[in-house]
């Protein structure tokens, strides 16, 4: 987990990100845009509103990173790193909404050959430079949305990859047309819309995937498994699940050590389960680990346990004549039923007739009380 410091210096690189693509792609936009048109090219045009598209992904990636980094709040327990995963559905949606509008308007250009454009050969030049620019862009966006674990950020530097390759296409489709095949230009363009639909549902599903609460990848969670066994003390795990929210995960995990160790002992094996999962992966920032003495997930759903009153009243009735005298109780609930340890003085142990009358006490607790196993005696010898 990562304290305050780290918090900010990942929220600075985050936004440091997002401005660096959004100036480039406002530069690259103006110029595509402005040629496309000058030199009557569809793709470039298209190209263009690719890179429009970026430009509106940096905007959202700074408005999330700035409501996502808020601490925790009391309606906000688990943070606002949601408001990333929005904000990736809400780009995924644009970009889809984007490509059908572009696609529109080239089909109806093909509809119509007497519109088809005359592309220059300048721009030839504009897409080259557009390719090395998102080429760039990529790689620096993905070196920050490593260091930070964003998946937001990924999401935006796969999206500039994909305006490199968009351009690329461009790049052949003008040619092909100086070349003498007309529909290259308009086809061209078609390839970069399919390729902005593509990410944008690509961006959609996974983040509504996230939104529904799906489980880390299996083989993550494999290794969280494994991690957790090789802790000393646990015994097995019954019980695994894990969610995502932005670039964490949260994990539920529910651990079975020997019913016979103290209640401290147990959360003391807990707290070891959870400070190693958030030591050994990066992604979980938080765990919650419920003890368990066995596998009880199915044991007690018709069949409610004894509750310690219920215990209680059961060991005043049967053991009436010690019953100022038991100094405590304790209950082990095993199997779908509970055996009953009782702590008695040592001086008790001395009396032969009395403790052949708690056996048979005891014996008769066993035969009346399905729920009940077995009731062990205890004589505890007090030093002075």
């Known amino acids: 987990m990562t304290d305050l410091s780290e918090a900010a210096r990942i929220k600075r690189l985050k936004a440091k990100a ?8 406002v530069f690259q936009a103006a110029i595509k845009i402005s040629f496309g048109i000058l030199f ?19 905007v959202l990636v700074i408005i999330a990173v700035r409501l996502g980094s808020r601490e925790a709040d009391h309606e906000h327990p688990y943070g606002h790193r949601r408001f ?13 909404a984007i490509a059908g509008g572009i696609s529109w308007s080239v089909i109806d250009r093909i509809s119509n050959p007497e519109n088809l454009p005359n592309p220059n050969p300048l721009g030839l030049a504009i897409a080259g430079t557009s ?11 993905k070196s920050i949305a490593k260091k930070t674990r964003s998946k937001l950020l990924m999401a935006n530097a796969w999206h500039q990859r994909s305006d ?4 690329v296409v461009v790049l052949f489709g003008i040619g092909a047309v100086m070349l003498g095949y007309p529909l290259a230009d308009a086809i061209a363009a078609i390839l970069v819309a399919l390729m902005v639909a593509k990410i944008g549902l690509n961006l959609v599903l996974n983040s509504i995937k996230e939104l529904v609460d799906t489980s880390l990848p299996p083989k993550l969670l494999k290794e969280i498994r494994t991690t957790i066994m090789a802790i000393d003390g646990v015994e097995g795990i019954h019980l695994l699940r894990s969610r995502q929210m932005g670039e964490d995960a949260l994990i539920d995990a529910h651990i079975i050590v ?25 992604d979980v920032i938080d765990v919650l680990v419920h003890v368990d003495p066995e596998d009880d997930e199915a044991l007690y759903e018709s069949n409610k346990p004894l509750t310690r009153i219920e215990v209680q009243t059961i060991l005043n009735e049967y053991l009436a004549i010690v019953k100022t005298a038991i100094d405590d109780f304790r209950i082990h609930y095993l199997n779908g039923q509970i055996e009953v340890e009782v702590i ?17 006490q005891c014996q008769l607790i066993k035969l009346n009380n399905n729920k009940i196993n077995n009731v062990i005696l205890f004589f505890k010898h007090n030093e002075d």
């Open 18 to 25: 997002s401005y660096v693509g959004a100036t480039v792609n």
């Open 40 to 58: 009557q090219s569809a793709a470039l045009i298209a190209d263009g509103i690719h890179s429009l598209s970026d430009l509106l992904s940096d």
């Open 84 to 96: 990333e995963t929005i904000a990736t559905v809400l780009l995924g949606v644009s970009l889809i």
């Open 131 to 141: 390719i090395i620019l998102n080429e760039w862009l990529y790689h620096y966006t």
């Open 164 to 167: 490199a390759i968009s351009s």
């Open 258 to 282: 020997d019913p016979r160790i103290t209640v401290s002992e147990g959360h003391t094996i807990s707290d070891i389960v959870r400070d190693e999962l958030i030591s050994c992966f990066d």
């Open 344 to 360: 008695l003085p040592f001086a008790l142990s001395r009396d032969p007739e009395l403790l052949a009358s708690l056996s048979k």
